[in-house]
């Protein structure tokens, strides 16, 4: 204790799993088959990408690249998770408050770096589509590198700074109505004052720029394209649009999560909810595992070297 009497306890608990206590041996057992899964059919598309030189342009670059960021989060969440229903009998995780910072810093860069690369991917085909005599001159191999590293640089400067500010902060409780960590949630914790309000206005700053712009340049990408369509030939935008749709799916799976995530925080911020919780599950568990089902399917080029690469394997 401080001498103000504010808690600046060094761990947290997770109470999230409290709801959970009763089924973990199932849960465990139903998050381990997801997290195989995600690992196997990102992988697949990620390798097919890669070794294919016919899928050595951009837009299987930037496909690849949500699907790298999709396993990084899946590793984020998934062992830690299943690591606590093993250890959860009492329906309650104490985890350090460095290694729950940690994971706040991983959960918000690494979500915020899918918007972004989603608004690249946005970018790249409006490009492609509205402006194609242009195409190749404005979309070259190191600007594609640039931009994805852009994608993934300025979420995780954001996200390290708005956790540096949070671990300023002093706690005035220390449980967490989640099953795992997130700078809101850490925020949430701390004693009102000045440093917490400056905390939460960078925060929603940063939520700003790596989420809601990029989101809003998503949307007026696709609107560009869906008018340019319409005043095409059928065949022209029958082909566009189907190359937008998994991209456009994808997009909306993270929006409408997000979106969830935020309402149910707002409307429920003082008070523990299992509709929260449950949010926060589907909010990690949902993209990454849709992720890999709608480019594999979706894309009929990726599709096609899916069939074959599984055909060779069984008749081999």
Same mark, same amino acid.
């Given at each position: 204790?401080?001498?103000?009497?504010f808690?600046?306890?060094?761990?947290?608990?997770?109470?999230?799993?409290?709801?959970?206590? *009763?089924?973990?041996?199932?849960?465990?057992?139903?998050?381990?088959?997801?997290?195989?899964?995600?690992?196997?059919?990102?992988?697949?598309?990620?390798?097919?990408?890669?070794?294919?030189?016919?899928?050595?342009?951009?837009?299987?670059?930037?496909?690849?690249?949500?699907?790298?960021?999709?396993?990084?989060?899946?590793?984020?969440?998934?062992?830690?998770?299943?690591?606590?229903?093993?250890?959860? *009998?009492?329906?309650?995780?104490?985890?350090?408050?460095?290694?729950?910072?940690?994971?706040?810093v991983?959960?918000?860069?690494?979500?915020?770096?899918?918007?972004?690369?989603?608004?690249?991917?946005?970018?790249d085909?409006?490009?492609?589509?509205?402006?194609?005599?242009?195409?190749?001159?404005?979309?070259?191999?190191?600007?594609?590198?640039?931009?994805?590293?852009l994608?993934?640089?300025?979420?995780?400067? *954001?996200?390290?700074?708005?956790?540096?500010?949070?671990?300023?902060?002093?706690?005035?409780?220390?449980?967490?109505?989640?099953?795992?960590?997130d700078i809101?949630?850490?925020v949430?914790?701390?004693?009102?004052?000045?440093?917490?309000?400056l905390?939460?206005?960078? *925060?929603?700053?940063?939520?700003?720029?790596?989420?809601?712009?990029?989101?809003?340049?998503?949307?007026?990408?696709?609107?560009?394209?869906?008018?340019?369509?319409?005043?095409r030939s059928?065949?022209?935008?029958?082909?566009?649009?189907?190359t937008?749709?998994?991209h456009?799916?994808?997009?909306?799976?993270?929006?409408?999560?997000?979106c969830?995530?935020?309402?149910?925080r707002?409307?429920?911020s003082?008070?523990?909810?299992?509709?929260?919780?449950?949010?926060?599950?589907?909010?990690?568990?949902?993209?990454?595992?849709?992720?890999?089902?709608?480019?594999?399917?979706?894309?009929?080029?990726?599709?096609?070297?899916?069939?074959?690469?599984?055909?060779?394997?069984?008749?081999?």
């Open positions: 204790m401080t001498s103000a009497g808690n600046v306890t060094s761990s947290l608990t997770l109470v999230g799993f409290s709801s959970l206590s *009763g089924h973990s041996s199932l849960l465990f057992f139903v998050f381990l088959l997801l997290y195989l899964f995600v690992l196997f059919s990102d992988s697949l598309v990620i390798y097919i990408i890669c070794s294919q030189r016919a899928l050595h342009r951009p837009m299987f670059a930037f496909v690849a690249s949500v699907l790298l960021n999709s396993v990084t989060a899946s590793t984020v969440f998934y062992p830690k998770l299943l690591s606590d229903l093993l250890l959860s *009998g009492a329906g309650l995780v104490q985890v350090s408050r460095t290694l729950c910072l940690c994971q706040s991983l959960v918000s860069s690494l979500g915020g770096a899918s918007f972004m690369l989603l608004s690249a991917m946005a970018f085909r409006y490009l492609s589509i509205c402006h194609p005599m242009h195409y190749a001159v404005l979309v070259t191999p190191a600007k594609v590198v640039l931009m994805l590293l994608c993934w640089m300025l979420p995780f400067i *954001g996200g390290g700074v708005t956790t540096l500010l949070a671990s300023r902060l002093p706690l005035c409780r220390a449980q967490l109505n989640r099953v795992y960590c809101y949630s850490i949430s914790l701390s004693c009102s004052g000045a440093e917490a309000q905390s939460g206005i960078f *925060g929603l700053l940063i939520t700003a720029v790596i989420i809601f712009l990029p989101a809003a340049f998503v949307l007026f990408s696709y609107a560009r394209i869906l008018f340019i369509c319409l005043r059928r065949s022209f935008s029958s082909k566009a649009l189907q937008c749709l998994p456009l799916l994808v997009f909306f799976n993270y929006s409408i999560c997000i969830l995530d935020l309402l149910l707002r409307l429920q003082n008070r523990e909810s299992d509709s929260t919780l449950i949010t926060s599950i589907l909010m990690m568990l949902v993209p990454t595992v849709l992720n890999p089902v709608v480019y594999g399917l979706k894309l009929k080029e990726v599709f096609t070297h899916v069939k074959r690469l599984l055909r060779c394997r069984r008749d081999s």
